[in-house]
Nanobody, 132 residues
């Protein structure tokens, strides 16, 4: 059973930075896709970034060049470095894990995207508020 616990949220002014962390327990890093998602009240949950066990990353267009997702396997921690924050980055941020190991024969890679339906394990979330 995978357990995920986020930390690092807070309030920051536009243009500032925050670093979110997600403590991971209960699973090894073989063939696992980890992701960060965010949700504002009244809006759908949005994928922010994902990383596979082989360190391949995917980012939403809205955060490319500003956010960096990383996996510290020694510390069992998933991180999200967020720079140049904007007011539209405000929301509850969740880390999630996809253990399905879905193989794409076309790319010959395991799938690791930003679709929330693929992720079966979720943390409780940490709030990020960016004021303009």
């Amino acid at each position: 059973q995978v357990q995920l616990v986020e930390s690092g949220g807070g309030s920051v002014q536009a243009g500032g930075s925050l670093r979110l962390s997600c403590a991971i327990s209960g699973h090894t890093y073989s063939r696992v896709c980890l992701g960060w998602f965010r949700q504002d009240p009244g809006k759908e949950r949005e994928g922010v970034g994902s990383i596979f066990s082989d360190d391949r990353t995917t980012y939403a267009d809205s955060v490319k060049g500003r956010f960096t997702i990383s996996l510290d396997k020694a510390k069992n921690t998933l991180n999200l470095q967020m720079n140049s924050l904007k007011s539209e980055d405000t929301g509850m941020y969740y880390c999630a894990a996809d253990l399905s190991s879905r193989w794409d024969p076309r790319t010959r890679l395991f799938l690791c995207g930003l679709g929330s339906a693929s992720f079966g394990y979720w943390g409780q979330g940490t709030q990020v508020t960016v004021s303009s």
